[in-house]
Structures are given as C-alpha cells and as structure tokens.
C-alpha cells in the first residue's frame, strides 16, 4: 500500500508561485512513476505532470514552461514548482505514487488563483 500527502496549497494571484509537495508517508518509497492531477470546479481530474523513475518528466500543454517536477531528496518526496500561475489553474492537486501494482492517491491540496 502506497500513501502520500500533499501539501502547498493555497491562494495565489495571478502571476504568482507556489510549490506543492507530495510526500510519501508509508514504507513503499520506491515508484515508477508519480504524477500529479487536478480537478478544476466543475470539471473533470486531469493530468498535469509526472515524474517518472529515470527521471523523465511529462508535462500537460497547458503546463508546460511554466510548471516543473522534480524528486526531492530524501526520495520520499515529490515536488511541483508552479510560476506564471493563472485563474484557469484554480482547482484541487493530487498526487498519485506508483510502484508495480501499488498505488497511491493523497487527499489533495486546493490551489486558489485569484485575478
């Protein structure tokens, strides 16, 4: 069983920063790949990023330039460095660790981009 936390969220305005962290809370610390998803209101969970166990990061288009992710270290946390950020970023981050056929999902964190 894989579980993580994220944390970092918050209010932005628009054109500022945040970083969200994921950490891995259980004994698993290993992964394949971990990724981060939001769900916007109203709208359904999409892929943001993901980072995976050779390092290669994957970024969705809307993300790409201005979102990074990175592994932090000790291992057991994953980090996602927001700029440039903006209102249609607004939505609820969750991460998702996986290794072999465990998986994880926090509970999320809430990111606010105000105008």
């Known amino acids: 069983q894989v579980h993580v936390q994220e944390s970092g969220g918050g209010l932005v305005q628009a054109g500022g920063s945040a970083k969200l962290s994921c950490v891995n809370i259980?004994?698993?610390?290993?992964?394949?790949?971990v990724s981060w998803y939001r769900r916007a209101p109203g709208k359904e969970r999409e892929f943001v990023a993901s980072f995976n166990s050779r390092g290669t990061t994957t970024y969705a288009g809307s993300v790409k330039g201005r979102f990074t992710v990175t592994r932090g270290n000790p291992g057991n946390t994953v980090f996602l460095d927001m700029k440039n950020l903006k209102t249609e970023d607004t939505g609820v981050y969750y991460c998702n660790w996986v290794w072999g056929r465990a998986d994880g999902w926090g509970q999320g964190t809430r990111v606010t981009v105000s105008s």
């Open positions: 259980g004994t698993m610390l290993n992964f394949d790949y």
